[in-house]
């Protein structure tokens, strides 16, 4: 061995040095709350001494358990599934998980990539936002033994498990209630993205239903942002008839349209009335307040972690026992409209 190689530590370097078997240290490494405190300070000592790194790979294809979790979500930049990421991130890390978090993006073009590198890795759970539409990869994933928690959506088949609510629900419900407070005249601003499309084909088919008449829409490259509810608004003056309520398919959309309008003159809601979605944090802070869609992403979070923990303790992926948690929604009534 020349000087500048370095030897690399071994499982039973660690286990000479802490004055135990290997079994133990691997005991140790797999499930440290098993290993009597004294004997795991010894074997922490000498993990740190030796610098040994363990190979959790090799460790979870002996247990079946790689002790990986893929989560993957659309986007993290202004996002109404940062509590979700959050709840399930410390949750999952608190029982000794690794978190892997991919990025899909809004038209979740780069989700069939991310699923294939968690299969390869044998994630023990893949943890979605939205369905998988691939049928090739929906088959693949059901034959999978790893837990698939589809969430933010509930398909009326699961590959697994699911935990959400109806997007469609939502956009039903927001049709309603802008019909109740009397508005004639609606506009869609909805992002180009499968979940906001469904809460804006819920709508426009609930309002034809109710009135005969289809509202006006349009939809925006996702994700959306602040200046594209600034831009949109020009639209929205020209468009015939004009508009007294605009329903958008996020917090930050309708955030910039209500400053456009604003600056325009216009008055928020007398002159043109504002539905959001999210529930972001400045929703509530607004000038006016945000009339906007509530969904408890901390929960969705809880309850798919929950999954996540009765399969970790051996239960068996069966098709008749597909779990499916609706943590529905709430339309939150701010001063917009």
């Known amino acids: 061995m020349s000087m500048n190689e370095k030897k690399i ?9 802490a004055g135990v078997s290997t079994a133990t240290v691997s005991r140790y490494i797999n499930a440290p709350d098993v290993v009597a405190e004294a004997t795991a300070e ?35 930049t202004h996002s109404i599934y940062n509590l979700t990421i959050e709840a399930m991130s410390d949750a999952l890390s608190d029982d000794g998980y690794v978190v892997m978090l991919g990025l899909t993006g809004a038209d ?33 994933l059901e034959r999978d033994d790893a837990t698939v928690i ?7 088949r699961s590959i697994d498990a699911a935990v959400g609510f109806s997007h469609t629900e939502v956009g039903q419900a927001v049709a309603r209630f802008v019909r109740q407070r009397g508005y004639r005249y609606p506009f869609l601003l909805t992002a180009d993205s ?13 309002w034809i239903a109710a009135t005969g008449a289809s509202p006006g829409d349009a939809v925006l490259a996702s994700p959306t942002r602040f200046g594209m509810g ?10 015939t008839p004009a508009p007294d309520v605009v329903i958008c398919s996020s917090d930050w959309l309708a955030h910039g349209l209500i400053a456009e309008a604003q600056s325009a003159g216009l008055r928020v809601p007398d ?17 006016p307040a945000l009339t906007t869609v509530r969904i408890d992403g901390a ?6 972690v929950a999954i996540l923990r009765r399969r970790a303790t051996g239960a068996a992926r069966k098709p008749e026992d597909a779990v499916r948690v609706d943590v529905g929604f709430e339309i939150v009534v701010g001063a917009s409209a």
């Not at 090799?58 to 993290?76: E, H, M, N, Q, W």
């Not at 589809?150 to 009326?156: C, G, I, M, S, V």
């Not at 949109?232 to 468009?239: D, G, P, V, Y």
């Not at 009335?273 to 802070?285: C, D, I, K, M």
């Open 9 to 17: 530590a071994r499982l039973d370097d660690v286990a000479r040095l």
């Open 42 to 76: 010894r074997i922490r000592q000498a993990i740190e001494r030796t610098g040994y790194i363990p190979n959790l790979l090799a460790g979870g294809l002996a247990s079946r358990r790689s002790r990986l979790v893929a989560l993957l979500v659309p986007d993290i």
């Open 108 to 140: 979740d073009a780069r989700a069939p990539a991310l699923i294939e590198a968690a299969l390869a890795r044998r994630a023990d759970g893949i943890i979605l936002t939205g369905s998988v539409a691939d049928p090739r990869l929906r088959a693949r």
């Open 150 to 156: 589809e969430t933010w959506n509930l398909p009326d």
């Open 194 to 206: 499968p979940r906001a499309k469904a809460r804006r084909n819920g709508f426009i088919a609930d």
């Open 230 to 239: 600034r831009t949109a608004f020009a639209q929205l003056r020209a468009n």
């Open 271 to 287: 002159d043109l009335a504002v539905v959001g979605f999210g529930n972001l944090p400045f929703a509530a802070e607004m000038q």
């Open 299 to 304: 929960r969705i979070g809880r309850e798919a």
